[in-house]
């Protein structure tokens, strides 16, 4: 009787994670990987909204990009993907996919800073150098 409760109890200290700065630290990094590939992804939507450019390469560029499976910030953004059906004709999604991007792109910008306004932390900062600030702020 007593090996089972032991194993039990074992089983229970072990699963318990202490680690809330690895759980915020990845959760983060998303936010920020996230808005990282919507900035660098932007160009992609307005040539696939009309402007000048191969509106299926742009499509296909902005669809196969791995982070969008691997990703969770990112959900959203490949629910509206799979809604267009035909990039050349499907104006209103692709015209939708990029109003989500711009507005949850904002999001993810207020969200990144009031992360770090939590911790302190007031200054301009570029995206480039967030997370070695976060990294910073967690260790004071």
């Known amino acids: 009787m007593k090996k089972p409760i ?7 200290i072990l699963s318990c994670n202490s680690g809330n700065e690895t759980n915020e630290r990845e959760v983060f990094n998303q936010k920020v990987l996230a808005f990282t590939f919507l900035s660098e992804y932007h160009h992609q939507l307005h040539i696939m909204i009309g402007e000048e450019g191969d509106k299926m390469k742009a499509f ?34 692709v015209k939708r996919l990029d109003y ?15 992360i770090l306004i939590g911790y302190g932390f007031k200054e301009v900062f570029s995206i480039d150098r967030v997370m070695h600030i976060y990294d910073d702020l967690i260790k004071n």
């Open 6 to 12: 032991t194993f039990i109890i074992l089983i229970l």
């Open 60 to 93: 296909f560029d902005f669809k196969n990009a791995p982070i969008l499976q691997t990703n969770v910030e990112l959900i959203p953004v490949n629910n509206a993907l799979r809604r267009i059906s035909d990039v050349q004709s499907d104006h209103m999604n």
């Open 100 to 114: 989500l991007a711009d507005y949850y792109q904002s999001g993810l910008s207020m969200q990144i800073e009031s």
